[in-house]
């Protein structure tokens, strides 16, 4: 199990990115959450097995129909944070 947490620049706000992405995360069995940022960003916490992880990666640049993603910067999540499930949190 890793925890990544991604935030994901571009055309990523009021196209229904957060949605979609929390559709795919669910579809690959990960946890964690999705929010828009003040910024105009995405940023998402996601957890689970390293290939599905991945997966999300590489999906989270692809982007939903609508987006279109400039970057996605990946870094280790160190929290401690117990998440179960894949929810879409506030903007914050």
Do not use: C, H
Not at 57 to 69: C, D, F, L, M, Q
């Amino acid at each position: 199990m890793i925890r990544r947490r991604l935030v994901v620049t571009g055309r990523v706000q009021n196209v229904f990115y957060r949605d979609w992405f929390v559709g795919e995360a669910r579809s690959l069995g990960l946890d964690g959450w999705v929010r828009n940022r003040a910024d105009g960003s995405v940023e998402a916490v996601v957890e689970g097995a390293a290939e599905m992880v991945e997966a999300m990666i590489a999906k989270a640049a692809e982007g939903s129909p609508a987006a279109r993603v400039a970057d996605v910067a990946v870094s280790e999540e160190t929290s401690v944070e117990p998440l179960r499930g894949f929810e879409k949190r506030p903007t914050r």
